[in-house]
Structures are given as C-alpha cells and as structure tokens.
C-alpha cells in the first residue's frame, strides 16, 4: 500500500506519544497517513504494586488497545527496563533501524535539552544523535539508508512546557475523544499510578463510566489536551482569530534533520 506520508514517535515509554501526539495522528490517519509508535523502554517500573513481568506485559497491552482508538498501524516496545534509558550506541542503532523500516517522512520526539524524566531526554537525545547517520549506508548497513534525512519535530512533556516553542500548533478538537481513549486505555498510569504518586488515588472513576473517566483525564492533565494561552498566537496565525479552539497540540522544529519551516511542515501536514 502506498501512504501520502509515513511518520514515526519516538517516545521513552508506552502511553507518551498518546499523550503528546494523539490528537495530531489520529488526524493524520484519517487522511492516510502511516503511523508508527516507537517506545524506547518497556514502561516495566510505571507502577506502586506490580512487578516488572506483569506490567511490562499489560503496558503492552494497553498501547495496542490505544494504537486502535487512534488510527496507529504499529507499536513498537523496545525490551529495555524503565528508568535505564542510556543514549548509546545499541539504542541509536535501534533508532537509525526503525527510522529507516519505516522510511519516515516526519520523526517526531522529545526534547532533549531540558529538565523532566531522564528517559524522556535520553530518548530525545538518541533520536538527535541518529538524525545525523540516517542516509550514510556504512553506518548500520542491514538496513537501506534512507535517500533524504527526514523533518524531526519535538513534543512537549511536563519538563519542556516552559522551554518549548510553538511552532506547530494544531487544533484537535475533531479527534479529541480518540485522544482521551487512547490515554485512557493506559489505566496503569491514568488511573493507577499517576493518581497514587500525585495524590488523587481516591478520585479515580469508575472504569464502566466513560464520561466519568473523560472528565478526570482533562481535570489532572490539562496541559496535554486544553489549546494554552501561550499557542494562541501561532492557532490565530493558523486558523483566524475568530476561531475559538479548546483543544490543540504543540510542536516546535527541531534544530536537526531536514531544514523546513513552520509554513512548509503546515502545509505537508495538512491538518
């Protein structure tokens, strides 16, 4: 099958690119887009009472479940523990090798250069480190070298709210419930662990009452779902100002890769 556009996420554990890229792929998927979730660790330390097998095993489950409500043709789960994401040379290969099995377009990740989850950043600091060997066949030679570097954009998480530029925002209010499903679907951090290590564990919603549960995602993450005041400029400069947009994601261009700028990226998004 031939896709309009093949992008990748690259994210340090399953339920991130959800989180920060949901609203923007399940848009991208109805359009046709090929879309792909890369999980650089198993998620098997997200939890306050499982044991890393189990949980390694239901994480699973869980991103599969979410890949359905947003439209996501494959979720890849690297088997490396949560919390030991180190940068070297066997997780750039891993990365250089998923970049070009999926032939990306647009590789999508995390910031690197700031505070927040040491996995976080070194996801992002991998994916930075194999933007560079991406079209050198010699470099990771059982798998062709891709014949243009792809775009690479980054995603906010909680340490880069304040560090992260808005480049790309785009407004998500069409595929918003797929978003919140697919969040939701990963019940071990929306409803089990979050809430224990923040202190809501007894807010949590029956998991029968959807409604419920769609309400206490956007209570306790708001800064993931709600269009902030800080996009407002770069929404406006997109959609008009008379466009009052609730909900929205941010991407900001990374300063490596393929050389585009917001205008162009818009453009070959098409949402």
């Known amino acids: 099958m031939t896709y309009p556009l093949k992008v990748l996420v690259v994210e340090a554990h ?63 789960i690297l088997d490396i523990h949560d919390g030991e994401l180190m940068p070297d040379l066997a997780v750039r290969t891993a990365v250089i090798s998923a970049i070009r099995r999926w032939q990306a377009d ?3 990740t995390f910031h690197d250069e700031c505070d927040g989850h040491l996995d976080n950043r070194a996801a992002g600091r991998a994916v930075r480190e194999a933007s560079s060997f991406l079209t050198n066949g010699n470099i990771v030679p059982d798998v062709p070298a891709l014949s243009q570097t792809p775009i690479f954009l980054q995603m906010t998480d909680y340490g880069a709210v304040n560090f992260h530029k808005h480049d790309i925002v785009v407004d998500i209010e069409k595929t918003i419930e797929q978003k919140l499903k697919a969040c939701g679907a990963h019940a071990t951090q929306f409803y089990e662990f979050a809430p224990f290590e923040r202190g809501f564990l007894d807010e949590v919603p029956d998991l029968e009452d959807w409604p419920a549960q769609r309400s206490f995602i956007l209570k306790y993450w708001p800064e993931f779902m709600y ?26 261009l990374a300063d490596y890769g393929r050389k585009v700028t917001a205008e162009e990226i818009s453009d070959l998004l098409g949402v």
Do not use: W
Not at 227 to 252: C, H, N, T, V
């Open 14 to 76: 399953p339920d991130e690119a959800e989180m920060y890229t949901g609203g923007l792929c399940a848009l991208l998927a109805e359009k046709g887009v090929a879309i792909k979730y890369l999980s650089l660790t198993n998620g098997d330390a997200g939890h306050y009472r499982m044991e890393r097998d189990a949980l390694k095993r239901r994480r699973a489950r869980e991103a599969y479940t979410a890949a359905r409500h947003l439209g996501v043709l494959d979720y890849e």
């Open 106 to 108: 647009i590789v999508i």
């Open 227 to 252: 269009a902030l005041e800080a996009m407002r400029p770069a929404l406006d400069a997109r959609y008009g100002s008379g466009k009052r947009i609730s909900f929205a994601e941010s991407f900001q």
